[in-house]
Antibody
């Protein structure tokens, strides 16, 4: 059974760096074709894809956020970490991590973590 | 970036209705399209992947079709549990992109 769970601060101040951890079980990120991505959703708005890291260490980022994002994996801990620098109130959103395989985009999602950016 | 445009933005329907949501890609994505259902306060749930493959455990009243730039999600005989927001998403090329969503509300 595949599960994912996001963890991190619920409140960050403007200009700070947000670090979110996705802890997963039921799969290995060293298995060919597997990846973990991050998606966010501001309150009342649509989903926005942020980043993806794959089994072979390839990573991909949203061009509009590329300079602010870093995605890394720790296969031994079954974790993926997303760092986003220079946070702004417009970055207030629920942040999701999700599993992908060769055929799916995202087939398993975490419950989401609401992050509020405010001074 | 590939733009994904859904229509309509809001759809009012009754239980038992057949509902169709359209998603258009700004360029060809072959069949690399997924459909998700999202209810308030919950994570999205995948319904369809590769444009027309039904995710395991999803009721057969949901179906997807299309290729290249035009795609549809059809819900046959809408059920009370189906009132939600639906998103399409392309995963043909990075950056992956979502449509703006279609809210299916009770008429």
């Amino acid at each position: 059974q595949i599960t994912l769970k996001e963890s991190g601060p619920t409140l960050v101040k403007p200009t700070q760096t947000l670090t979110l951890t996705c802890t997963f079980s039921g799969f290995s990120l060293s298995f060919s074709g597997v990846g973990v991505g991050w998606i966010r959703q501001p309150p009342g708005k649509a989903l926005e894809w942020l980043a993806l890291i794959q089994w072979n260490d390839e990573n991909f980022y949203s061009p509009s956020l590329r300079t602010r994002l870093t995605i890394t994996k720790d296969t031994s801990k079954n974790q993926v970490v997303l760092a986003m620098t220079n946070m702004d109130p417009v970055d207030t959103a629920t942040y999701y991590c999700a599993h992908r395989d060769l055929w799916h985009s995202f087939d398993y999602w975490g419950q989401g973590a609401l992050v509020t950016v405010s001074s | 970036d590939i733009q994904m445009t859904q229509s309509p933005s809001t759809l009012s329907a009754s239980v038992g209705d057949r509902v169709t949501i359209t998603c258009r890609a700004s360029q060809s994505i072959s069949s690399w399209l997924a459909w998700y259902q999202q209810k308030p306060g919950k994570a999205p749930k995948v319904l369809i992947y590769k444009a027309s493959s039904l995710e395991s455990g999803v009721p057969s009243r949901f179906s997807g079709s299309g290729s290249e730039t035009e795609f549809t999600l059809t819900i046959n005989s809408l059920q009370p549990d189906d009132f939600a927001t639906y998103y399409c998403q392309q995963y043909s090329s990075f950056p992956w992109t979502f449509g703006q969503g279609t809210w299916v509300e009770i008429k």
